[in-house]
């Protein structure tokens, strides 16, 4: 029994655990009864603005993505289902944690089977999940990753909802602190390269827009996104249709390839593409020898806490000579 192409929103579940207080005096009543009282109101607001009641903080959850993965194990936490994926489990403690799909396409069964107290699916693509999945008795938290930022959010999310407030914000002082390192270090090129990131599968390509993840990265890392002009597809806004003309205009630098499957065959049909096209010669990413795949782990979903790699990967890629500052 399966569930595909789902959508969210959802808020979640999480708990305030009371102390309860020997019931010698009506005062120590009271106490717990307020505690109680309190316990049932907090609640917890997700990335869909939908809010839920905390009863209790999860025990057991499953995640669909691999950045939700990671985060909620770098706040102390453990889950109970991770997506489905050809490589290796975002974290080495996750490795042997049963797989249950993805965000495109969930595994109801198997998920029902783990009895979750909280499933994190993406906002909003498995928003139309949400009745399924609180029909085997658990709740969903609706979060996604189209920034930087939007990384740091989910991280104060999953950490309100672990009640690990601290652990988050420690987390994100560290991420904040990492990139204005290196908005320092790009600031001080006179030049800054000029790439163009192509997100792909054999025979499709997708410019990366900045307000993708990928696209993000690049400019927090100093790279200009010479497809920042190009008007976003109506069904994947952060992404637009490659314009070779345009493309050849702006002359890149860097030509840098995103995709969840092999990288060197989405490579390999590019660079095809590239030579039937004689356009493209003349661009000085291709002169160069400058076209290469991005790491998928890193820059085909969302990193969680990795984001860090992956800006470290691209910065370097752009600033060779400043790799090891």
């Known amino acids: 029994m399966k569930a595909s192409h789902l959508s969210i929103s959802i808020l979640l579940?999480?708990?305030l655990a009371g102390c309860s207080q020997p019931a010698a005096s009506s005062t120590g009543t009271a106490a717990t009864a307020t505690s109680a009282a309190a316990a049932s109101t907090a609640s917890l607001t997700d990335f869909a603005n939908r809010t839920i009641p905390l009863q209790h903080i999860p025990q057991r959850i499953v995640a669909l993505s691999n950045g939700d993965v990671d985060i909620i194990y770098a706040l102390g936490g453990t889950v109970v289902g991770r997506p489905t994926s050809t490589g290796k489990a975002p974290v080495p403690d996750a490795e042997k944690v049963q797989t249950i799909g993805s965000t495109h396409e969930i595994d109801l069964e198997k998920i029902a089977f783990l009895q979750p107290d909280v499933v994190l699916g993406n906002a909003p693509l498995n928003e139309k999940d949400i009745p399924t999945i609180e029909s085997i008795g658990a709740q969903m938290v609706l979060s996604s990753a189209n920034s930087v930022a939007d990384i740091q959010r989910q991280i104060t999310l999953f950490g309100q909802m672990l009640q690990r407030e601290d652990r988050a914000s420690q987390?994100?002082?560290e991420l904040k602190q990492h990139i204005q390192k290196l908005s320092a270090s790009a600031k001080a090129?006179?030049?800054p390269p000029r790439v163009l990131l192509v997100y792909g599968a054999p025979g499709t390509y997708m410019a990366a827009l900045p307000n993708s993840?990928?696209?993000?990265?690049l400019e927090l890392a100093g790279g200009i996104n010479i497809a920042a002009d190009l008007p976003g597809l109506q069904n994947y806004p952060q992404?637009?249709?490659?314009?070779?003309?345009?493309i050849v205009e702006a002359d890149p630098d860097y030509v840098l390839i995103m995709t969840h499957g092999s990288g060197e065959e989405v490579k390999a049909g590019f660079l095809k593409e590239m030579q039937e096209n004689q356009a493209w010669s003349s661009v000085s990413a291709v002169k160069n020898g400058q076209v290469d795949v991005l790491p998928s782990d890193l820059f085909g979903t969302n990193p969680g806490t990795r984001v860090t790699e992956a800006l470290d990967l691209m910065h370097g890629l752009l600033y060779p000579d400043k790799a090891h500052e």
């Open 239 to 246: 992404y637009a249709q490659l314009n070779t003309e345009r």
């Open 213 to 217: 993840l990928s696209g993000n990265i």
């Open 171 to 173: 987390l994100n002082d």
């Open 13 to 15: 579940v999480c708990t």
């Open 189 to 191: 090129a006179a030049h």
